[in-house]
């Protein structure tokens, strides 16, 4: 597993893009690059250049939330990219939130990140990035949000904790490993009543897959997905009447916003089956 990670990083470093090596500025705790002309801001990694150790570079922060805006030097840039290997190696991150001024987040963007297992990924993104979450091996469930139609070759690949995964109606294309050897995957969550083609070397398991009511017979007809246990659910529209609290368990839980809770609060309000639910 050693040789493995010391492959990763060299793979890694050398995807560096041409002007990673540029100056930098340091804002709030995050280092960024400025586009004067659009008024957009990209994140970039932390890479202290006079350090020989790979493994004490990269953010020590274990919470971080990307911001829309950030000020330098009197003028407001809108954080639209996260680099390649802007989080790559960081050990202590447990948990990230991207807003939805995010277009587009690089390769490797959180490879080896082997503490994190909250993401919050933004609508405005079209694509999951080739290696983007290789190699996170606390992640334990991920929400694709809606607005996504690519999932990249080995994208979620290594992460051999991830147990759920939610695609949105948008997906279109899912790349041939895309979720390697995630061996403990033991739900998927689809919104789109038509199945897409994939490939028969996408997912490592087949566990249960939760499809929008009305579509059992189309899975059950579609290469790949017949191999899952199919179980519909009503995709929510709208809100409905409000339940008592939460106690089914069989089927997903969806915040407010239409994405699936990998998580749930005491207090707040859930869709489940259709219904608005009380935790």
């Not at 493995?4 to 804002?27: E, K, N």
């Not at 911001?67 to 809108?78: A, F, G, L, S």
């Not at 995709?235 to 969806?254: H, M, N, R, V």
Request: charged share 20%.
């Amino acid at each position: 597993m050693k040789t493995t990670y010391i492959g990763i990083v060299m793979m890694a470093l050398s995807l560096l893009s041409p002007t990673a090596s540029h100056a930098q500025t340091l804002v709030n705790g995050l280092y960024y690059k400025f586009n004067t002309l659009t008024l957009e801001a990209s994140i970039d990694p932390n890479i202290n250049e006079e350090e020989e150790d790979a493994d004490k570079a990269g953010y020590e922060d274990e919470v971080i939330v990307v911001p829309e805006e950030i000020t330098y030097e009197n003028k407001t840039y809108k954080v639209t990219a996260i680099n390649n290997n802007a989080f790559y190696g960081c050990r202590n991150l447990v948990s990230i939130t991207l807003p939805n001024t995010i277009k587009h987040i690089g390769t490797f963007a959180f490879g080896a990140c082997i503490n994190l297992s909250d993401v919050t990924l933004p609508t405005s993104i079209k694509r999951i990035d080739y290696y983007t979450f290789l190699y996170c091996i606390a992640l334990r469930s991920i929400t694709i949000p809606e607005g996504v139609t690519t999932i990249s070759q080995e994208a979620f690949a290594e992460c051999q904790n991830l147990r759920s995964i939610f695609l949105p109606s948008t997906i279109k294309f899912i790349a041939p490993k895309a979720f390697d050897k995630d061996t403990a995957l033991k739900s998927v969550t689809v919104r789109s009543p038509t199945p897409i083609a994939i490939y028969n070397n996408i997912f490592p398991v087949y566990g249960d897959i939760y499809v929008p009511k009305g579509s059992k017979e189309a899975y059950e007809k579609a290469a790949i997905w017949q191999n899952f246990n199919i179980i519909e659910y009503t995709p929510t529209t709208g809100i409905e009447d409000c339940q008592a609290p939460l106690t089914q368990k069989s089927s997903p839980i969806f915040t407010l916003s239409g994405q699936r809770a990998s998580k749930t609060q005491s207090g707040r309000i859930y869709i489940q089956n259709g219904k608005k639910i009380i935790r």
